[in-house]
């Protein structure tokens, strides 16, 4: 302690000093709080008769936080919170977008729905392995990958969401749950691993990992660093992630296997992760390598489209079928980030906040319908119609969502995106677009037909009493007005969606937000 | 383990050990250590007296079920983030308070917080793994 007459540091140089606005603390509020829940019910995991109603309230205060959160986004523009009050670039930046936090409400609004649906799905023994504190630290991830401005962070998240959904994948510790686990989570390892390699790549070009830096320095360094080689890397990363062609076979034969409300889960959340950190990493970060390899995503979006449609065409199982939808709708989002521009950014965005709660109610669906038939097979199922009208009329609901058929929430992404494709003359992706569309709805009809028009002959189909509770329904309920209400009054969400994807082009709000006094 | 030795000795070595571990974790804030290593030096600790005394033993010693330790540290650490609010600094900001006991300054911090919540959290994942990875060794 020699130097104790040194000077004063300039702590503004390092440090955030003014006092933070409470509004500021929605950014990282969804984390924190799932976070603290998760922990709290793994500290009461004896209670086990307490996890559910302790959930089920923390997820809907998740929705609530989330609400406010966007409403403050819609006010003020991008939000920006430093951890530890250390200036951006070296402090880890919080920074949500109107991107960000549209994905992480439909995130939470989904969880919420599964959440419910667990009620009735998950038994005491599932509740004793750990559910609960799965999906809390699952939805911390989730909310940390859509909120975090921070490349390496985002890394992080996506292990935390990762190591959660292997805790969920296995529940029940069946046979096949394990088969599909191992494609999961070694498919899964493979990406992350490779999202990480891309990512130590990406520093050693830039020299940071705060996302608004990057964005600022790749028009600079485009002649020198090797940005297409990190931009394709990044695509391959998160196209694995989000069950892109070729890199889509780990979906459909592993989302079969969990239960009903986990299969739910990660069919709104988990692809649509990859697939918002895409969105976020080629539109906004590299802009230019994405348009030089439009023409590539653009052919993955629409053999994914053309595989995933052309395999749920081949299923007789509810739930395998779903699978190869969630793989086709990635496509069709593909094929948005393919075609750029505000059209095609924004109908990517709109199509996976539809898909997320339209797939989940799927799902979710699914397993009503199981309930009802005791079976998952078309072989079996029959009859659903006569047995629960109600229930059959949600269904079809769904089935129109799914395949883009007008008024629900499907149609206007898809208008959107066929618009977006046209503009820009790529006839030919508008056209698988909409074959696209058109073989969902056959997929989607056969089954109805199928599994509850048929009459149930004697002896199948599974018991004629059987009952669903209120639990498993309302969600289903729920998410299908949801999607109802998006389709017949579209023009709020259009016009965010639109702003998001003008912010997301043009990111100089969002680096206003992280570095308010300019460049450092 | 069958050895009088190892077995009348492994109390006492686990006992320094978890208080080497303790020392350790609260050195940590300015030298070398922290609540990590200091975490990975008390499960050396239990995993010692559960070879030499089982692993029934180190249950009850310890209480807790390990995973509601480690729980009870990922909620310390995420209080500890969530205490800035009242400070109006942004999430995660070390704050500090000296509150003096006997004559003596403690300076206490968030930062001690957090790092306490990652000691509990290693000690409660670590140990959870094996523990049972010693009860299913089969003896």
Same mark, same amino acid.
């Given at each position: 302690m020699a130097a104790t007459t040194s000077p004063p540091a300039d702590l503004s140089a390092a440090l955030v000093l003014e006092p933070v606005a409470s509004a500021d603390w929605l950014v990282i509020l969804p984390v924190a709080w799932c976070l603290a829940i998760g922990a709290l019910l793994v500290m009461l995991? /004896?209670?086990?008769?307490?996890h559910p109603p302790i959930a089920v309230l923390g997820l809907a205060g998740l929705v609530v936080i989330d609400i406010l959160l966007l409403r403050h986004v819609l006010a003020s523009g991008p939000v920006t919170m430093v951890m530890g009050r250390w200036l951006p670039p070296f402090g880890i930046a919080f920074t949500v977008d109107l991107t960000g936090a549209l994905f992480a409400l439909t995130a939470s609004v989904v969880a919420l729905a599964g959440g419910t649906y667990s009620l009735a799905d998950i038994n005491d023994s599932g509740r004793r392995y750990g559910f609960y504190p799965f999906l809390m630290l699952l939805m911390a991830g989730v909310s940390g990958a859509f909120l975090t401005g921070d490349i390496f962070n985002l890394y992080v998240w996506f292990e935390v969401l990762l190591i959660s959904s292997f805790g969920l994948i296995v529940l029940g510790s069946e046979r096949e749950q394990i088969d599909g686990a191992v494609k999961y989570g070694f498919l899964n390892l493979v990406a992350t691993t490779l999202f990480l390699i891309t990512t130590g790549y990406l520093y050693a070009s830039? *020299? =940071?990992?705060n996302m608004a830096d990057i964005a600022r320095k790749a028009e600079g360094l485009s002649g020198t660093a090797p940005l297409m080689t990190l931009t394709a890397l990044f695509v391959l990363a998160f196209g694995m992630k989000a069950a892109? $062609?070729?890199?889509?076979?780990?979906l459909p034969a592993s989302?079969? =296997? &969990? /239960?009903v409300v986990v299969s739910a889960l990660f069919a709104g959340l988990l692809t649509k992760v990859g697939i918002y950190a895409l969105i976020r990493v080629t539109v906004m970060l590299l802009p230019v390598e994405r348009e030089e390899l439009s023409f590539v995503i653009a052919l993955a979006g629409a053999l994914t489209m053309l595989v995933g449609v052309l395999g749920a065409l081949a299923q007789s199982d509810f739930r395998r079928m779903l699978g190869y939808l969630v793989v086709s709708g990635i496509g069709s989002i593909l094929a948005g980030v393919a075609v750029g521009g505000p059209g095609g950014i924004g109908g990517a965005i709109f199509y996976a906040l539809h898909s997320m709660l339209v797939m989940t109610a799927l799902y979710l669906a699914s397993g009503v319908a199981a309930r009802l038939g005791?079976? $998952?097979?078309l072989s079996s199922l029959a009859g659903l119609y006569r047995r629960h009208a109600g229930f059959a009329a949600l269904s079809l609901m769904l089935a129109f969502a799914v395949s883009g058929? &007008? &008024? $629900?929430? *499907?149609f206007w992404p898809k208008v959107m995106l066929v618009k977006a494709a046209l503009d820009i003359g790529a006839w030919w992706l508008a056209a698988v677009l909409l074959l696209t569309g058109f073989l969902t709805t056959i997929v989607t009809g056969r089954f109805f037909l199928l599994a509850y028009w048929r009459d149930v002959a004697? *002896?199948? #189909? #599974? &018991?004629?009493s059987a009952t669903v509770s209120v639990a498993a329904l309302l969600p289903v309920a729920a998410l299908t007005v949801l999607a109802l209400a998006i389709g017949l009054y579209p023009e709020p969400l259009l016009s965010v969606v639109q702003n998001a994807a003008a912010g997301l082009a043009e990111p100089s709000a969002y680096l206003n937000s992280v570095f308010p006094g300019g460049a450092p | 383990m069958k050895s009088v030795i190892f077995r009348a000795v492994a109390p006492f070595l686990t006992s320094l050990m978890v208080l080497f571990s303790i020392f350790v974790l609260l050195r940590g804030h300015n030298e070398p250590g922290g609540g990590f290593i200091g975490g990975l030096i008390a499960v050396s600790a239990l995993a010692i007296y559960g070879i030499a005394c089982g692993v029934e033993m180190v249950r009850r010693a310890i209480y807790f079920h390990p995973m509601a330790i480690a729980g009870a540290g990922l909620f310390a650490a995420t209080v500890a983030g969530l205490i800035s609010i009242a400070a109006r600094v942004p999430f995660m900001t070390g704050l500090w308070i000296y509150p003096s006991v006997l004559g003596l300054e403690v300076p206490l911090s968030t930062v001690t917080l957090f790092d306490c919540g990652v000691y509990l959290v290693v000690v409660g994942a670590i140990s959870s793994i094996a523990l049972s990875l010693e009860e299913r060794g089969g003896e």
């Amino acid at each position: 302690m020699a130097a104790t007459t040194s000077p004063p540091a300039d702590l503004s140089a390092a440090l955030v000093l003014e006092p933070v606005a409470s509004a500021d603390w929605l950014v990282i509020l969804p984390v924190a709080w799932c976070l603290a829940i998760g922990a709290l019910l793994v500290m009461l995991r /004896r209670k086990i008769d307490w996890h559910p109603p302790i959930a089920v309230l923390g997820l809907a205060g998740l929705v609530v936080i989330d609400i406010l959160l966007l409403r403050h986004v819609l006010a003020s523009g991008p939000v920006t919170m430093v951890m530890g009050r250390w200036l951006p670039p070296f402090g880890i930046a919080f920074t949500v977008d109107l991107t960000g936090a549209l994905f992480a409400l439909t995130a939470s609004v989904v969880a919420l729905a599964g959440g419910t649906y667990s009620l009735a799905d998950i038994n005491d023994s599932g509740r004793r392995y750990g559910f609960y504190p799965f999906l809390m630290l699952l939805m911390a991830g989730v909310s940390g990958a859509f909120l975090t401005g921070d490349i390496f962070n985002l890394y992080v998240w996506f292990e935390v969401l990762l190591i959660s959904s292997f805790g969920l994948i296995v529940l029940g510790s069946e046979r096949e749950q394990i088969d599909g686990a191992v494609k999961y989570g070694f498919l899964n390892l493979v990406a992350t691993t490779l999202f990480l390699i891309t990512t130590g790549y990406l520093y050693a070009s830039f *020299g =940071t990992l705060n996302m608004a830096d990057i964005a600022r320095k790749a028009e600079g360094l485009s002649g020198t660093a090797p940005l297409m080689t990190l931009t394709a890397l990044f695509v391959l990363a998160f196209g694995m992630k989000a069950a892109a $062609f070729p890199v889509n076979f780990w979906l459909p034969a592993s989302y079969h =296997t &969990p /239960r009903v409300v986990v299969s739910a889960l990660f069919a709104g959340l988990l692809t649509k992760v990859g697939i918002y950190a895409l969105i976020r990493v080629t539109v906004m970060l590299l802009p230019v390598e994405r348009e030089e390899l439009s023409f590539v995503i653009a052919l993955a979006g629409a053999l994914t489209m053309l595989v995933g449609v052309l395999g749920a065409l081949a299923q007789s199982d509810f739930r395998r079928m779903l699978g190869y939808l969630v793989v086709s709708g990635i496509g069709s989002i593909l094929a948005g980030v393919a075609v750029g521009g505000p059209g095609g950014i924004g109908g990517a965005i709109f199509y996976a906040l539809h898909s997320m709660l339209v797939m989940t109610a799927l799902y979710l669906a699914s397993g009503v319908a199981a309930r009802l038939g005791d079976s $998952f097979s078309l072989s079996s199922l029959a009859g659903l119609y006569r047995r629960h009208a109600g229930f059959a009329a949600l269904s079809l609901m769904l089935a129109f969502a799914v395949s883009g058929l &007008p &008024p $629900f929430s *499907g149609f206007w992404p898809k208008v959107m995106l066929v618009k977006a494709a046209l503009d820009i003359g790529a006839w030919w992706l508008a056209a698988v677009l909409l074959l696209t569309g058109f073989l969902t709805t056959i997929v989607t009809g056969r089954f109805f037909l199928l599994a509850y028009w048929r009459d149930v002959a004697s *002896g199948e #189909g #599974g &018991p004629a009493s059987a009952t669903v509770s209120v639990a498993a329904l309302l969600p289903v309920a729920a998410l299908t007005v949801l999607a109802l209400a998006i389709g017949l009054y579209p023009e709020p969400l259009l016009s965010v969606v639109q702003n998001a994807a003008a912010g997301l082009a043009e990111p100089s709000a969002y680096l206003n937000s992280v570095f308010p006094g300019g460049a450092p | 383990m069958k050895s009088v030795i190892f077995r009348a000795v492994a109390p006492f070595l686990t006992s320094l050990m978890v208080l080497f571990s303790i020392f350790v974790l609260l050195r940590g804030h300015n030298e070398p250590g922290g609540g990590f290593i200091g975490g990975l030096i008390a499960v050396s600790a239990l995993a010692i007296y559960g070879i030499a005394c089982g692993v029934e033993m180190v249950r009850r010693a310890i209480y807790f079920h390990p995973m509601a330790i480690a729980g009870a540290g990922l909620f310390a650490a995420t209080v500890a983030g969530l205490i800035s609010i009242a400070a109006r600094v942004p999430f995660m900001t070390g704050l500090w308070i000296y509150p003096s006991v006997l004559g003596l300054e403690v300076p206490l911090s968030t930062v001690t917080l957090f790092d306490c919540g990652v000691y509990l959290v290693v000690v409660g994942a670590i140990s959870s793994i094996a523990l049972s990875l010693e009860e299913r060794g089969g003896e």
